[in-house]
C-alpha cells in the first residue's frame, strides 16, 4: 500500500454583506494581521480560497471584488461555506442579511441547503457607543438558520481568527 499524501484540501469561501460592512477590512485582518483604513470600496461579495495542509498552515488568497449582480452562479458554484456579514453599527446591514443568504443559496444551488456551511458575522464590534444591534437579535438569526455567529472587529481583530478558523474546521469536517 502506498502512503496516503497529507490531506491538502482548497476551500472556496464567499465573503457577502452591504457595501461597507467591513468585508475587504475582514480579509486583510486575516491574511496580514492589520487593519487597512484606505481601499476601494466593494460592492456585494468577495471571495476567498484558502489551502489548509495538516499542519493547519493556512495561506490564503483574495480576489474577486465583482459587482454582485453581474458574478453570476460560476462564481458561487463550488463554494464550500459562505460569510455573510452585517454592521452592528447599522441595521439595515443586518435586515439585509436574509436578503444575502437566500441569494447565496439561489446562485449556488447546494445539494443539501439546510447544511450549508453559512457564518454570521457581526463586525464593528468595536463600535460599541454607536450599536444597532444588540448581540442577542444576531444570536437569534444565526439560532433560526443554524449557523455560526461571532462578533468581530477588523479594526482591533477580536474573534476574526477564531471566526475564520471555525467555518474552515466545519467545512474540512464535511470532506472527512
Ligand atoms: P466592504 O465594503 O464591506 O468591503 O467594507 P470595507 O472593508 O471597505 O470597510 C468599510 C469601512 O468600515 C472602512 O472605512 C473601514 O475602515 C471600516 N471598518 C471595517 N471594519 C471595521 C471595524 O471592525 N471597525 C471599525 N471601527 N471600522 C471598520
Not at 495538516?54 to 483574495?62: A, L, Q, S
Not at 449557523?147 to 477580536?158: K, P
Request: proline share 2%.
Amino acid at each position: 500500500m502506498t502512503a496516503q499524501p497529507k490531506k491538502k484540501v482548497l476551500l472556496k469561501i464567499i465573503i457577502l454583506g452591504d457595501s461597507g460592512v467591513g468585508k475587504t477590512a475582514l480579509l486583510h485582518r486575516y491574511v496580514h494581521g492589520q487593519f487597512i483604513q484606505e481601499h476601494k470600496a466593494t460592492i456585494g461579495a468577495d471571495f476567498i480560497t484558502k489551502d489548509i495542509s495538516v499542519e493547519d498552515k493556512m495561506i490564503w488568497d483574495t480576489s474577486g471584488q465583482e459587482r454582485f449582480q453581474s458574478l453570476g452562479t460560476a462564481f458561487f458554484r463550488g463554494a464550500d461555506a459562505c460569510v455573510l456579514v452585517y454592521d452592528i453599527t447599522n441595521d439595515q446591514s443586518f435586515k439585509q442579511i436574509e436578503m444575502w443568504r437566500s441569494s447565496f443559496l439561489e446562485q449556488s444551488s447546494p445539494p443539501d441547503a439546510e447544511k450549508f456551511p453559512f457564518l454570521l458575522c457581526g463586525n464593528k464590534h468595536d463600535l460599541q457607543s454607536t450599536r444597532a444591534v444588540s448581540a442577542q437579535d444576531g444570536e437569534q438569526l444565526a439560532h433560526k438558520y443554524r449557523m455560526q455567529f461571532f462578533e468581530t472587529s477588523a479594526l482591533d481583530g477580536n474573534n476574526v481568527e477564531a471566526a475564520i478558523r471555525k467555518i474552515a474546521s466545519v467545512t474540512s469536517d464535511l470532506d472527512t
